[in-house]
């Protein structure tokens, strides 16, 4: 059981809110993977209760980092070390990068690997959408990325 309140928080709220939601799937895939309209209120859900963010990483964001930095009792420094790329619920398994490309777009000679190259894509568990490696948010977890799925079929960050 997690110990991150935030993470007790969210986790509690889905099972209130919708017990199956995250268990959805078409085409074999998470629906937010394939479905753009669930993927983008799952996000907005993150940032709502999670700070989900910053919006344009490429930037200084000074405001966002020091906010995340005072949440957590550290400094800006080590706030930017927590991103999504290093998170345990940021999922980047064959399967699930197979179907984040697959929902961008399977027609011939698409872009979608180069779109999931350039934006680091994983598949947050906790939140259940596409989320990018270079944000964060407070129900950060460290131990991540999960990158393959172990014997039984669970995700696992183990090579
Ligand atoms: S992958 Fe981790 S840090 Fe990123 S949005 Fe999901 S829970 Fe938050």
């Known amino acids: 059981m997690p110990s991150n309140p935030v993470v007790i928080a969210v986790l509690k ?5 919708a017990p199956e939601m995250g268990d959805e799937v078409i085409n074999g895939c998470p629906v937010a993977t394939q479905d753009i309209r669930v993927n983008l209120n799952n996000r907005y859900k993150a940032v709502q209760a999670a700070n989900y963010g910053p919006l344009n990483p490429e930037l200084p964001n000074t405001k966002y980092w020091e906010a995340k930095a005072k949440q957590f009792k550290s400094t800006v420094e080590e706030a930017k070390t927590a991103l999504c790329s290093n998170c345990s619920f940021f999922i980047q398994t064959p ?10 777009g399977d027609e011939p000679d698409n ?48 090579e």
């Open 13 to 17: 709220a889905k099972k209130m809110v």
């Open 95 to 104: 399967d699930i990068m197979a179907c984040i490309e697959k929902g961008i």
């Open 111 to 158: 872009y979608s690997e180069d779109v999931v190259k350039a934006a680091n894509l994983g598949y947050c568990e906790l939140f259940d959408f596409k989320c990018a490696g270079d944000r964060t948010c407070d129900a950060w977890l460290m131990g991540g990325p999960i990158t393959t799925e172990d014997e039984n079929g669970d995700d696992s960050d183990e």
